[in-house]
């Protein structure tokens, strides 16, 4: 009589098991719902904190650790958007300052180029005016300049002139 007591409270205990299967998740309006049943179609598998046997998902542990039902739609919007907006915010700076430096860079290589073209254009004057030129050679002799080294010269100017002075070619 006592093995068939042990039996029948042991058989009782067992069919106990599946009432402890129970399930939980997150509702739409944000609120935790336990039950024994599995939840509706409509809850995303990210909302189900636990199953039955005791299994939990991935963001149990986050959605547990967070308080109020706020929270997981704060986590759900920003996974959504998957826009982190301080990474955004710096890399918006970033490109600000990178344009700045090329804007700037740009002012520059157009004042060089103005000043190359004037130059040039100073030295082809001199150079046409008929005067006669002189130089410092490398020994320190001042030699003066014969016709060809005058139109050595003025083509040189005429290409640093044509270069520097006319349209701006598309740099790459």
Do not use: Y
């Not at 006592?2 to 409270?9: H, S």
């Not at 109020?68 to 907006?85: L, Q, Y």
């Not at 344009?99 to 700037?104: F, G, I, M, Q």
């Not at 005067?131 to 410092?136: E, M």
């Amino acid at each position: 009589m006592q093995i068939t007591k042990l039996f029948l409270i042991a058989a009782i205990a067992a069919s106990a098991i599946p009432a402890m299967a129970q399930w939980q998740w997150i509702d739409a309006r944000g609120q935790k719902v336990f039950s024994d049943r599995a939840p509706p179609v409509d809850i995303p598998a990210k909302n189900i904190l636990r199953q039955p046997g005791g299994s939990v998902t991935p963001r149990a542990a986050e959605a547990a650790s967070s308080e109020g039902p706020a929270a997981p739609k704060v986590a759900e919007k920003s996974a959504e958007s998957g826009v982190d907006k301080g990474l955004e915010e710096q890399k918006r700076k970033q490109e600000q300052q990178e344009a700045e430096k090329a804007r700037v860079e740009q002012v520059k290589r157009d004042k060089a180029r103005q000043e190359n073209c004037s130059r040039a254009k100073q030295v082809k004057t001199t150079l046409t005016s008929g005067q006669l030129l002189s130089h410092v050679n490398a020994k320190g002799e001042r030699s003066f300049m014969d016709d060809s080294a005058r139109e050595a010269e003025l083509k040189r100017a005429d290409a640093v002139i044509a270069a520097e002075c006319g349209p701006l070619q598309p740099t790459q």
